[in-house]
C-alpha cells in the first residue's frame, strides 16, 4: 500500500504524542553517519571553544608583549633623549673648544706681534750700540787729542821757560821774546778757543749720550713691559692647557657614557629582535591558528548547507533535498557519453559544494541549485557558482546558481544583480539554531 500525504500527517501527529518514537524513528530513517553527525558538531563546537580560548589567551600575551614592546620603546624614548642631550653638551664643548681654538690663534697673532716688536727692539738696541761704538770712538779720538793738546801745552810752557832764561841772558832779545810771547799767546789764544770748542763738542757729546742713555731706560722699560706682556701670555696659556685638559677629561667621560649608552642600545637592540622573533612566532601561530579555524568554519557551514537542506533552501524550494555522488554521477553520465559535458568540466561541476534538486516556490517547476558556500563569500565563490551552474545545464536541467555563507561581500552582492537567476543564502540566525 502507498504511503500519502496523509499517513505522513498521520505519522508527524503520532510522534509529537510519542516523543521517544523520534530517535527509533531516526535510526530506522537517517544513516549511521547521519546519526553521529550530532557528535561530531558538538565536538567541532567544543573544539572551536577551545579555539576561542587558545585565542583569547594568544591574545593576552600579544597585550603583554605589546606593553613590553610600549615599554621598550618608552625607554628608546629615554635612551634618545639621553643620546641628544650628550650630543647638545657635546656640541657645546666643540664650541667651547672653537672658541678656545680661537683664543689660541689671537694669542699666537699676539705672540707674533710681541716676537715682531721685540725683534725690532733687538734691531734698535743693535743701532744704539752701534752708534755708542761710535761715541766711544770718537770719545777715544777726542782723548787723544786732548793728549795730543796737553803735550802741546807742556812743550809751550817748556819753551816759556827757556824764553825765560833766554831774557835773562840777554836783554837784546826781550824785543824779540815780547813778539815771540805775542805770537805764542795767540797761538795760545787760538789754542784756548781751539780747547773751548773741543769743551762745547764734549758738552755735546754728554748730552747726545744723555738721550742716548734716556733711550735705552726707556727701551729698558719697554723690555721690561714686553717681559711682563709675555708672563701673562704665559700663565694665560698655562690656564688655557688646564682647561683644554678638563676639557678633553670631559670628552673621555662623555665618550665613555656613549659607549656605555651605545652598549645599553645594542642591549635594547637585541631584546627588540628576540621580542620581534617571538612575536613573529606568535604571529605565525596566530595566522596558521586563523587558518585552521577558517578551515574549521568552513567545514562546518559547509556540513550545515548539505544536512540541512531544509533549514538553508526551504524559502527557495519546496522538499529540497541534496544529491549524492551516485546521484549526480547518474544526472551527468549521458551529457558526458554525448560530448555535451567534458570530463574536466565535469570534474570542475564535481567540487561544487552540494547540488540541491526541488521544486521552486516560485512556479513550481522542478531545479537544481549548484550552490558555493563559504563563512564569508567572496568574488571566486560567485564565478564557480555561475561557472558550474553552465555546465550542469548541458545535461538539459534547469540548473541556478546559488551562494551561501555567514556573510556575503557588499562587491558580491552588487555583481549578483546582473547574473540571471542567481539565489543569495546569507547567515541571520545563532550558531545553536544551525548545529545543535
Given amino acids: ?90 656640541k657645546r664643548a666643540e664650541a667651547r673648544l672653537d672658541r678656545v681654538d680661537q683664543q689660541i690663534a689671537e694669542l699666537v697673532e699676539a705672540q707674533k706681534r710681541t716676537d715682531k716688536t721685540v725683534a725690532e727692539l733687538v734691531e734698535a738696541q743693535k743701532r744704539a750700540e752701534a752708534r755708542l761704538d761710535r761715541v766711544d770712538q770718537q770719545i777715544a779720538e777726542l782723548v787723544e787729542a786732548q793728549k795730543r793738546t ?31 810771547q805775542k805770537r805764542a799767546e795767540a797761538r795760545l789764544d787760538r789754542v784756548d778757543q781751539q780747547i773751548a770748542e773741543l769743551v762745547e763738542a764734549q758738552k755735546r757729546a754728554e748730552a747726545r749720550l744723555d738721550r742716548v742713555d734716556q733711550q735705552i731706560a726707556e727701551l729698558v722699560e719697554a723690555q721690561k ?36 649608552t651605545d652598549k645599553t642600545v645594542a642591549e635594547l637592540v637585541e631584546a627588540q629582535k628576540r621580542t620581534e622573533g617571538v612575536v613573529a612566532e606568535l604571529v605565525i601561530s596566530q595566522r596558521q591558528m586563523s587558518e585552521d579555524l577558517g578551515t574549521l568554519k568552513g567545514f562546518a557551514i559547509e556540513q550545515s548547507f548539505r544536512t540541512r537542506p531544509l533549514a538553508w533552501y526551504g524559502k527557495i ?17 549521458p551529457a558526458l557519453e554525448s560530448g555535451l559535458l567534458t570530463e574536466e568540466q565535469f570534474r570542475d561541476l564535481s567540487l561544487a559544494d552540494a547540488v540541491v534538486t526541488g521544486h521552486l516556490k516560485t512556479d513550481g517547476q522542478p531545479i537544481y541549485l549548484i550552490v ?47 547574473v540571471k537567476d542567481i539565489h543569495l543564502i546569507e547567515w541571520k540566525g545563532e550558531l545553536a539554531e544551525l548545529f545543535g
Fill in 150 to 180: 796737553d803735550k802741546t801745552v807742556a812743550e809751550l810752557v817748556e819753551a816759556q821757560k827757556r824764553a825765560e832764561a833766554r831774557l835773562d841772558r840777554v836783554d837784546q832779545q826781550i824785543a824779540e821774546l815780547v813778539e815771540a
Fill in 317 to 333: 524550494l519546496r522538499r529540497p533535498r541534496v544529491l549524492t555522488d551516485e546521484e549526480l554521477v547518474d544526472l551527468v553520465e
Fill in 372 to 418: 558555493e558556500v563559504s563563512w564569508g563569500v567572496g568574488e571566486s565563490d560567485l564565478k564557480r557558482a555561475v561557472r558550474r551552474a553552465a555546465y550542469l545545464a548541458k545535461t538539459g536541467v534547469r540548473a541556478h546558481p546559488a551562494l551561501g555563507g555567514r556573510w556575503i561581500t557588499p562587491q558580491v552582492k552588487s555583481e549578483a544583480g546582473s
Fill in 1 to 90: 500500500m502507498a504511503f500519502t500525504v496523509s499517513d505522513f500527517h498521520d505519522l508527524v501527529e503520532l510522534l509529537e504524542q510519542h516523543p521517544q518514537w523520534r530517535q527509533e524513528l531516526r535510526r530506522l530513517v537517517l544513516t549511521d553517519e547521519l546519526l553521529d553527525l550530532p557528535r561530531l558538531v558538538r565536538e567541532l563546537g567544543d573544539r572551536i571553544a577551545e579555539l576561542v580560548e587558545a585565542q583569547k589567551r594568544a591574545e593576552a600575551r600579544l597585550d603583554r608583549v605589546d606593553q613590553q614592546i610600549a615599554e621598550l620603546v618608552e625607554a628608546q624614548k629615554r635612551t634618545d633623549k639621553t643620546v641628544a642631550e650628550l650630543v647638545e653638551a657635546q
Fill in 225 to 260: 713691559r714686553a717681559e711682563a706682556r709675555l708672563d701673562r701670555v704665559d700663565q694665560q696659556i698655562a690656564e688655557l692647557v688646564e682647561a683644554q685638559k678638563r676639557t678633553d677629561k670631559t670628552v673621555a667621560e662623555l665618550v665613555e657614557a656613549q659607549k656605555r
